[in-house]
C-alpha cells in the first residue's frame, strides 16, 4: 500500500557530497515523518536523521553539522545532504516514513536501501 523509492547513493571519495532522495507513494493520508537510516557490514541498523511533517529534524551524532535532511510534504518527499563524508559513513542508507494510510490505519514502512560508499 506505501511504496518507498530512494535515490542518489553511490562512491564518493572522502570530504565529498551525496544528496538522497527518497518519495513516497501509494494510498497515504498523511505522513507524521521520514527518515534515514543506515547499516554498515556487521552493525545494527541506526538512526542517521529523521523529519516530522511539521519539520521538526533529529540527527544521529556522528552527522550533526555535515548532514543535513529536509522534506517537501506536497511531495512526499525526504531529502538527505550529506557533505564531508567519512569513510565511517559507508553504508547501506534505509528511507523510513510513519503515518496514516486511505483505511485510517497507520503504516511503517521501510525503502529497499541505497548503497553509499566512501572511499579513503
Known amino acids: 500500500q506505501v511504496q518507498l523509492v530512494e535515490s542518489g547513493g553511490g562512491l564518493v571519495q572522502a570530504g565529498g557530497s551525496l544528496r538522497l532522495s527518497c518519495a513516497a507513494s501509494?494510498?497515504?493520508?498523511?505522513?507524521?515523518?521520514m527518515g534515514w537510516y543506515r547499516q554498515a557490514p556487521g552493525k545494527q541498523r541506526e538512526l542517521v536523521a529523521d523529519?516530522?511533517?511539521?519539520?521538526?529534524?533529529n540527527y544521529a551524532d556522528s552527522v550533526k553539522g555535515r548532514f543535513t535532511i529536509s522534506g517537501d510534504n506536497a511531495k512526499k518527499t525526504v531529502f538527505l545532504q550529506m557533505n564531508s563524508l567519512k569513510p565511517e559513513d559507508t553504508a547501506v542508507y534505509f528511507c523510513?516514513?510513519?503515518?496514516?494510510?486511505?483505511?485510517?490505519?497507520?503504516?511503517?514502512?521501510w525503502g529497499q536501501g541505497t548503497q553509499v560508499t566512501v572511499s579513503s
Open positions: 523510513r516514513a510513519d503515518g496514516i494510510l486511505s483505511n485510517w490505519r497507520s503504516f511503517n514502512y
Open positions: 501509494g494510498s497515504i493520508v498523511s505522513i507524521n515523518a
Open positions: 523529519i516530522t511533517s511539521g519539520g521538526s529534524a
